[in-house]
């Protein structure tokens, strides 16, 4: 959403490693997922870890 408003993103996630994702549409295979979580209310935070340079 920040590229939307053109503002920084408060956090940035680096997203897990999931067993059995195939490499041909890693956006449906890892981010639809993800999507579809985080509109039901997942916390960002339950995807993955911080950001390897912090939130820069």
């Known amino acids: 959403m920040s590229l939307l408003f053109e503002e920084e993103p408060?956090?940035?996630?680096?997203l897990a490693e999931t067993p059995g994702t195939g490499?041909?549409?890693p956006t449906l295979d890892i981010l639809?997922?993800?999507a579809a979580k985080l509109a039901s209310g997942a916390a960002v935070h339950d995807f993955g870890g911080p950001w390897p340079n912090g939130n820069a």
Do not use: H
Not at 10 to 14: E, P, R, S, T, Y
């Open 10 to 14: 408060g956090i940035k996630v680096q």
């Open 32 to 34: 639809a997922p993800v």
């Open 23 to 25: 490499r041909t549409f």
